[in-house]
């Protein structure tokens, strides 16, 4: 049980009851005929999954309800609040623990990553892993277009500060694609559902005190593909972003967001 939480102000819509044992959570925010073709993929794949979109509030139509619901989705969460990416995973995350979920998985919504390594994720999770980290830099993985500042942080700098913190290698943290336990979600040695966790940090932070706490952790090889050309599908733009992602990972690697417990 989560006995401390700060989420933001939210709708949620229901369209099914609960089927299976683990949730996909997809974070959203305005990405179009991306999230649409994703999520038509994931019903034509039909895997034992419950799926729940977590929305940034979109202005774009992409997230209608009635689409939703036409591809199978289980739940379209709103968030009305303030916050980013990690107050979309808050939002989505304490909903399915609400609803009795064993594990849930997170992939992006816009469309990079290959859904078809959710089985392995499960069977991951089932097996008593508490936190799967999606990895394309492992053997079975494999990156397509990654843009090389992309490659070079997430291989340089942001896997090798999260490893040396978590007192456990990694190879690709920078990767959205990953699983948790509810157990490991609902500890409040891990306090996940607090406010600090407003735009990228609740994932560093994850992957820094769920080692450091003892649970278990492992990598699976997946894929993410970037378009060839074009406009690389992201909301981190400009230094400002940047910086502000580094200032988040330094504080996560040095301990600023564990909880005064």
């Avoid at 008593?128 to 490659?151: A, C, E, M």
């Amino acid at each position: 049980m989560v006995l401390f939480r700060q989420l933001p102000a939210h709708d949620a819509t229901v369209f099914s009851p609960k089927l299976h044992d683990y949730a996909v959570v997809i974070p959203v925010l305005n990405e179009g005929e991306r999230i649409r073709s994703q999520l038509r993929r994931l019903r034509g794949m039909a895997f034992a999954v419950d799926i729940v979109v977590a929305d940034g509030n979109s202005t774009d139509g992409s997230t209608q309800p009635t689409f939703m619901q036409d591809v199978g989705v289980r739940a379209l969460l709103v968030k009305t609040g303030p916050g980013r990416l990690s107050a979309q995973l808050r939002m989505g995350y304490a909903w399915c623990l609400d609803q009795g979920y064993e594990g849930i998985i997170t992939v992006d919504g816009n469309g990079k990553d290959g859904v078809d390594a959710i089985p392995r994720f499960i069977e991951l999770l089932q097996a008593g892993y508490d936190y799967v980290q999606g990895s394309r830099y492992i053997k079975g993985g494999s990156g397509v277009n990654t843009p090389l500042d992309r490659l070079i942080a997430g291989r340089i700098l942001h896997a090798p500060l999260i490893s040396l913190a978590a007192k456990r290698h990694f190879t690709d943290t920078t990767n959205g694609f990953r699983a948790y336990s509810a157990k490991a979600l609902a500890d409040d040695r891990v306090a996940a559902f607090r406010s600090v966790f407003d735009s990228y940090n609740l994932l560093f932070y994850l992957s820094v005190r769920l080692p450091r706490l003892g649970y278990r952790c492992i990598e699976t090889p997946v894929s993410r593909v970037y378009p060839g050309g074009g406009v690389t599908p992201t909301k981190i733009t400009g230094a400002r972003g940047r910086l502000a992602m580094l200032r988040e990972l330094l504080i996560a690697v040095l301990g600023g967001y564990n909880p005064r417990l």
